[in-house]
Every structure is written in structure tokens, then in C-alpha cells.
């Protein structure tokens, strides 16, 4: 492994102070101002199309304030090709096996386990199959990798490698379940938060192994692609 591509291609501290502000917006307000803003229109759009116009704005959003960050990335592609495939094949593969173990514990913990989010997915792919695919297997990974892998992961490890492993892990597994908290019990909250971890090792793992970000991006791409296929 050649260290120095990962060490080589750090944020600019506007990118790491501009990507974490929109992360904390992103996951906190953005949402919620999208519902009260389409609650005032004489006919509110559907819920897949307001998710649609969050994953079109925040795809965007991501991509200009991180724009020195991604062109970095993209010229470092022909040189460490090997390497992406390589982490892309092993993430993916170690992704599914960990989360097999995984579920597995939880369904014994609790029978009747199902995921929150997977559910409120599956209810979006019903109403609107082509806005929800491209939008979770296109722009969600690209998004989500440069705040989480990028901001978060990338950001932190020059300081701690430990803190940003963990921080990444923890964020990137609590975003998915923060929307359900109040209508679901702690415990269930609980045990959907476990359920992402082995995404955001495995995601993390990939892009300091490879280098390059574009590892977690399709690695993560592949997953919502198989999620998007057996919803449909």
C-alpha cells in the first residue's frame, strides 16, 4: 500500500470548516425546512420528489465546496486503478459478510427486528422507482462518501487516526437513524445504529487502504444498488 496517496491529498481547512457546516445543516435543518416549505404549497409534492430535490441540492452543495478535494481525487484515479479495484472487491465482499453476522445478531436479540430506515426506503421505491434509484445509487454515494469519508474521516485523522475512526463510524451510522427519533423506542434506535456499523468501517477501511475515495463511493453505490433491486 502507498501511504502517501491518502496522506498526500488532504482538505483545504475551508473544505474541512464548509463541509462540516453543511454536514451539521444537512442533517439537522435541511429536511425539515424541505417539509415545511412543501407544506405550503397549494399541492405538496410527493415525498419521494421532495427526497429527490434533498439528494439534487445536497449532491451539489457537497460537490462545490469540496470542488479542490474532488479534482484531487480525480487526477489520482489512473494511478492507484489497481488499488480501487482491489478495495472495492474486498470492501463490498467483507461489507455483506459483516452485515450477514450482523443481522444476524439482531434478529436474535429481537425477533421481530426490521430497519427503520430501510422501511421508509422501501415506501419511497413504491411511489417513485427512477427518482429514488438515481438518487440513491448516484448521487447518495458520491454525497455521503465526500462528507463522511471525506469531511469526517479524512478531516479528522491527521490529528487522531483513532478519533476519526470512530467519529465517522458513529456519524455515519447515527444519520440514518436521528429522522426516527420520538417515533421509535430506544431500543429499536439502538439496534438500527448497530446496523450501519459495518458500512462505515468497511467504507472508511476501503478509502485508507486505496487511497482514493472513489473506493467507498462504489462500494457504497454497489450496496444501494442491491438494496434498490430487491425492493423493486
Not at 451539521?24 to 405550503?40: A, D, K, P, V
Not at 421481530?112 to 421508509?120: G, P, W
Not at 462504489?218 to 425492493?231: Q, S
Request: net charge negative.
Amino acid at each position: 500500500m502507498n501511504n502517501t496517496d491518502f496522506f498526500d491529498f488532504p482538505l483545504a481547512r475551508r473544505e474541512k470548516l464548509y463541509g462540516t457546516v453543511w454536514l451539521l445543516f444537512e442533517t439537522l435543518l435541511f429536511s425539515r425546512i424541505l417539509q415545511f416549505l412543501n407544506s405550503l404549497l397549494p399541492t405538496p409534492l410527493p415525498q419521494a420528489e421532495i427526497n429527490f430535490l434533498f439528494f439534487i441540492v445536497n449532491f451539489a452543495a457537497v460537490a462545490f465546496i469540496l470542488r479542490e478535494y474532488l479534482m484531487d481525487q480525480l487526477r489520482l484515479i489512473p494511478e492507484t486503478i489497481s488499488r480501487i479495484i482491489m478495495t472495492v472487491i474486498v470492501g463490498f465482499l467483507a461489507y455483506f459478510m459483516a452485515n450477514i453476522l450482523v443481522s444476524s445478531l439482531l434478529l436474535e436479540l429481537d425477533p421481530s427486528f426490521a430497519s427503520i430506515n430501510d422501511d421508509a426506503v422501501s415506501d419511497l421505491v413504491a411511489e417513485n422507482f427512477p427518482l429514488m434509484f438515481f438518487g440513491t445509487v448516484i448521487l447518495v454515494p458520491i454525497a455521503e462518501e465526500c462528507l463522511f469519508r471525506g469531511v469526517v474521516f479524512r478531516g479528522l485523522y491527521d490529528r487522531s487516526p483513532a478519533l476519526a475512526w470512530v467519529v465517522s463510524v458513529l456519524l455515519f451510522a447515527a444519520v440514518h437513524i436521528l429522522g426516527y427519533i420520538g417515533t421509535a423506542s430506544p431500543l429499536r434506535l439502538l439496534l438500527c445504529l448497530i446496523q450501519y456499523l459495518p458500512a462505515g468501517v468497511c467504507l472508511a477501511a476501503s478509502y485508507r487502504l486505496s487511497g482514493s475515495l472513489l473506493s467507498p463511493i462504489l462500494i457504497h453505490a454497489a450496496v444501494n444498488l442491491v438494496g434498490m433491486i430487491a425492493m423493486r
